[in-house]
């Protein structure tokens, strides 16, 4: 299990707020291409401290902006939403950029402890996932067979 999870089994203090025009992302920001064309900015999350953190004690995540997370390799991955402050969409994602699976609206867990946080997706195989903000997955008309390019 990985993405928005920490190492910790009790809840830290969340991160300073963002304004609502501020996104201050912590890692390489690269355009994600949807399949209508539109483009949104898409923070990467490549190693394996960066896939662990995702987008936990994070405030907000604005409507055109995203969260990626690279993977080296292709097998079922769940996430959960442990110490993560804002409800997501994840949409899972195959080695050829084609989404296989979405959940729409997990929320954060308030749990302070990991082990009490449910768990969701990793139904199949992926080698990325994309976080957006709750509710976007579906206003940006992403579907599972959908393809992406970036």
């Given amino acids: 299990m990985?993405?928005?999870a920490g190492d910790?089994?009790?809840v830290e203090d969340p991160a300073q707020g963002m304004t609502p025009a501020e996104w201050n992302p912590e890692g390489e920001v690269i355009p994600l291409t949807l399949p209508d064309g539109k483009q949104i900015e898409?923070?990467?999350r490549l190693t394996f401290e960066e896939l662990s953190k995702g987008m936990m004690?994070?405030?907000q995540l604005p409507p055109d902006k995203g969260m990626l997370f690279v993977f080296g390799d292709r097998q079922k991955r769940s996430f959960w939403m442990f110490q993560t402050l804002v409800p997501l969409d994840m949409v899972w994602m195959d080695d050829d950029k084609?989404?296989?699976e979405i959940v729409d609206n997990a929320p954060p867990c308030t749990e302070r402890d990991f082990r009490?946080?449910?768990t969701y997706g990793g139904n199949f195989e992926a080698a990325y996932v994309l976080e957006v903000a709750a509710g976007r997955a579906a206003a940006l008309g992403l579907d599972v067979g959908d393809q992406v390019s970036f």
């Fill in 2 to 4: 990985i993405g928005c």
């Fill in 8 to 10: 910790s089994a009790t």
């Fill in 42 to 44: 898409v923070e990467l």
């Fill in 57 to 59: 004690f994070r405030s």
């Fill in 98 to 100: 084609r989404v296989v």
């Fill in 116 to 118: 009490n946080c449910p």
